[in-house]
Nanobody, 120 residues
Framework: QVQLVESGGGLVQAGGSLRLSCAASGSIFSINAMGWYRQAPGKQRELVAVVTSAGSTNYADSVKDRFTISRDNAENTVYLQMNSLKPEDTAVYYC??????????????WGQGTQVTVSS
């Protein structure tokens, strides 16, 4: 069994900061890319940021220069540091990871989601 468990969501005022964590556990052979997505009420899920196993990152334009994604490969954990939060950042945040349990193909796994609410 492989799973992703997120933590760190909550309620914060505009301009504040939050740090999300997502830890992968179980029988993991290797992890490729890890990322964060978000889904606001009535909207489609959208990519926020992604980090490859080599450390390359990519961000949505809406969060560039405010959010930072990082990962700890030894701990199989990905983080999302969110600064200068805006009300429009309010959403359920999901982490995902492309993982494999043996030498075969990668599978994409999702966390259960964590609510981030930014008040104005």
């Amino acid at each position: 069994q492989v799973q992703l468990v997120e933590s760190g969501g909550g309620l914060v005022q505009a301009g504040g900061s939050l740090r999300l964590s997502c830890a992968a556990s179980g029988s993991i052979f290797s992890i490729n890319a890890m990322g964060w997505y978000r889904q606001a009420p009535g909207k489609q899920r959208e990519l926020v940021a992604v980090v490859t196993s080599a450390g390359s990152t990519n961000y949505a334009d809406s969060v560039k220069d405010r959010f930072t994604i990082s990962r700890d490969n030894a701990e199989n954990t990905v983080y999302l540091q969110m600064n200068s939060l805006k009300p429009e950042d309010t959403a359920v945040y999901y982490c995902n990871a492309d993982m494999r349990r043996d030498s075969s193909r990668y599978w994409r796994y999702w966390g259960q989601g964590t609510q981030v609410t930014v008040s104005s």
